[in-house]
């Protein structure tokens, strides 16, 4: 195993060790001995709940050592893996009630995360936590996909009861959620962020969507390799703050051992993500030595900046969060995990004239904390000039020309 630049602290390492579906001899006899060291149970639990990986932890606790964990503790995680089980199950067949809806009205339809990710990548369906159901639509049928909702009863979220969820022109996503009962349906085609946009709705998805069993029925899901791609870029997003994202990776390559690398790295440098995609290879192998061929390992090895972060996240499982990074940074990240330096210098020009707090007070961590504020001082004026003295058409045309490349 590689030796980590930040320590985890001892409850953060059970959890790691726990949450995959294959644990080596070595590891197994790591689990039996930490469990019985004086460790705090109550934060192995919230942890777990915290990552969403309570089903592998109990499904490990249980089948190696459940003598030797807390009875009371073992209880707990089991009853929340039940239940979670259950909810699974429910928003399964709800899924493939509404793929078959999609389908009947003609409008294209592809579940992603979820309950297509737990079949795919862990094999059960109970051993990967879901909430809520993620459907990507074309952008050209999303009131096609609105009418055929509407008319299995659910009802639009009102975007201003929560600012982080805004209407097609302006945001990512529609929330929908079923009258008198828990479904939750996001309808989505780009992925996006503070300073952060991926388009889902690519005509590539959609030409290699791959058939994914479900509830004894069928369902099309991402091909691997875009899944793959899209889960790297998901996780990323949000600075790896959950460590079930890590985990998606580590077992969506474990479970398909043959991915066409090629196509992979050429989908994400033509996407702008190939250090993204990297970053979440670089999370897998170090968290769950994932498995990768000597080609893959040798573009981590030729990336320290990426190795660098590697270490640094899930922020919430060092010793000392003060050395991660996490969700709040996650701008100084995007900035840092740019393809290119041109990429990342017209992103650092959005940054600076837009004010972001990153500019003004960026993390410890980052590399330009001193040369993006001294960039700023001279874009800002120059911004207020432009507004003063260009027409509104060119401060458009330069303000697209600078957000192009963010």
Known sequence: MTTRQFLLRPESELLVWCARTAVTDELKERIRQRVQEPIEWAVVL??????????????????????????ESLTQLRRRTQAGALLNRVLTQELVVLCEAFAAHGVPVMPIKGATLAVSAYGDLTLRDFSD????????????????????????KDPSSDPGETDHEEGPFHVFIKKH????????????????????????????????????????????????????????????????????????????????WNRIFSNASTWRCRRLVLMGLSLARLLFDAPLPEAVLARLSADPDVQMFSHRMPSTLLADRRA?????????????LKDSWWERWRFGLMLCRDQSPMVTTPPAWFHWRTSLPRLARFVRPLHRTLRSLSPSTIRGAINRWVEHGG
């Open 324 to 336: 991660g990074v996490n969700e709040a940074q996650s701008v100084a990240l995007y900035f840092s």
């Open 181 to 260: 009962t828990l479904f939750r349906v996001d309808l989505q085609w780009v992925m996006a962020h503070q300073h952060f946009s991926f388009q889902l709705d690519r005509p590539e998805f959609w030409q290699r969507q791959t058939p994914v069993p479900l509830a004894n029925k069928t369902v099309q899901g991402l091909a691997p390799e875009d899944l793959l791609i899209v889960l790297c870029v998901h996780g990323s997003k949000h600075a790896w703050e959950a460590l079930k994202w890590v985990c998606d990776v580590a077992e969506l390559l474990r479970s398909h051992r043959h991915l066409d």
């Open 46 to 71: 919230d942890l777990a709940g915290y990552h969403g990986v309570g089903p592998l932890l109990y499904r490990n606790l249980s089948t190696l050592c459940s003598g030797l964990v807390p009875a």
């Open 133 to 156: 159901l993620d459907l990507l639509v074309p952008n050209r049928s999303i009131a096609e996909a609105q009418a055929v909702l509407l008319a299995l009863g659910y009802e639009r």
